[in-house]
């Protein structure tokens, strides 16, 4: 069980807006930044979110990020089928947590 | 663009210990933090550890008593001890790059270690 908890599953069509939660504490998301990570299958995690809703360079305005007080969410606008994958949010509280994972399908 | 490649044996017996390293290139390493993450088989991620360029560590409070982190600047390298495995320390282990504040910004491609007699 993570500490940060994420729906194991989520699902959109084509150019559907979908949104994947990330609930926590006081100690993490209430206190400190939320970065968001996104696996496609078979390769290295990709830094997609940080400092709750910064994008780094070359990340589409498609991804967006926001924080409300020990919540996180990840929304995906124009969703593409190559946005399927598993998304992870994290946080620092003691240690970098990490979320359980949702995985993203595209239907 | 920095570039990350994980290294070591692909597996390792039941007690013994497991060693990893990671090679930066196209950047050096005297600079930002520099972590281990692990991901089981189907499973989610987790946090082994970091050090800073100037030797300074954090690890994950699960695995400490277990985990060392240490860095060769002259190598432009760093590597991972974990001793006393089990199979529960099968896992793809990936070597990432930390941006202070701005997250895990470069990552090897991950090297799959198994625990296993």
């Known amino acids: 069980q993570s500490v940060l908890t994420q729906p194991p599953s989520a699902s959109g069509t084509p150019g559907q807006r979908v949104t994947i939660s990330c609930s926590g504490s006081?100690?993490?998301?209430?206190?400190?930044?939320v970065y968001w990570y996104q696996q496609l299958p078979g390769t290295a995690p990709k830094l997609l979110i940080y400092?709750?809703?910064q994008r780094p360079s070359g990340v589409p305005d498609r991804f967006s990020g926001s924080v409300s007080g020990t919540s996180a969410s990840l929304a995906i606008s124009g969703l593409r089928s190559e946005d399927e994958a598993d998304y992870y949010c994290?946080?620092?509280?003691?240690?970098?947590?990490f979320g359980g994972g949702t995985k993203l399908t595209v239907l | 663009q920095v570039q990350l490649q994980e290294s070591g044996p692909g597996l390792v017996r039941p007690s013994e210990t497991l060693s990893l390293t990671c090679v930066v290139s196209?950047?050096?390493?005297?600079?930002?933090?520099w972590n281990w993450i692990r991901q089981p088989p189907g499973k989610g991620l987790e946090w082994v550890g970091y050090?800073?360029?100037?030797?300074?560590?954090n690890y994950n409070p699960s695995l400490e008593s277990r985990v060392t982190i240490s860095i060769d600047t002259s190598k432009n390298q760093f590597s991972l001890g974990l001793t006393s495995v089990t199979a529960a320390d099968t896992a793809i282990y990936y070597c990432?790059?930390?941006?202070?504040?701005?997250?895990?910004?470069?990552w090897g491609q991950g090297t799959l270690v198994t625990v296993s007699s």
């Open positions: 990432a790059r930390d941006d202070v504040g701005s997250g895990l910004d470069s």
């Open positions: 400092s709750n809703n």
């Open positions: 994290a946080a620092w509280d003691d240690r970098l947590r």
């Open positions: 006081s100690s993490n998301i209430g206190t400190n930044s």
């Open positions: 196209g950047g050096s390493i005297n600079s930002h933090y």
């Open positions: 050090i800073h360029y100037s030797g300074s560590t």
